[in-house]
Nanobody, 120 residues
Framework: QVQLVESGGGSVQAGGSLRLSCSAS??????????MGWFRQAPGKEREVVAT??????YYTDSVKGRFLISRDNAEKTVYLQMNSLKDEDTAIYYC?????????????WGRGTQVTVSS
């Protein structure tokens, strides 16, 4: 398993931006081969995938397309989520997750999450 630590959450006004970071450690699997993802869970709602990054490309859920950007620095074993034009409905706890491999279908390692609060 890989250990993940998120940072960069906080409170921001609607229309603002935040950048989340997630640093990985402790894995024998080559980081660059892993699918990495950002998920979020809003109060009273199920956790949902926000964006993923793998060697095959990136994925974004419809509600964040054009506003969020996932990127990664494989040398630093860090994945980022740049969030622009934030909306109230983006308020949630954001989690970083690592897939067991490159499929983006088996996220077995999770960070503790970082709170993002957007107010209008």
């Amino acid at each position: 398993q890989v250990q993940l630590v998120e940072s960069g959450g906080g409170s921001v006004q609607a229309g603002g931006s935040l950048r989340l970071s997630c640093s990985a450690s402790g894995s024998s699997v080559t980081y660059s081969r892993r699918c990495m993802g950002w998920f979020r869970q809003a109060p009273g709602k199920e956790r949902e995938v926000v964006a993923t990054s793998s060697s095959r490309g990136t994925y974004y859920t419809d509600s964040v397309k054009g506003r969020f950007l996932i990127s990664r620095d494989n040398a630093e074993k860090t994945v980022y989520l740049q969030m622009n034009s934030l909306k109230d409905e983006d308020t949630a706890i954001y989690y970083c997750a690592a897939d067991a491999g490159g499929s983006c279908a088996s996220f077995g390692s999770w960070g503790r999450g970082t709170q993002v609060t957007v107010s209008s």
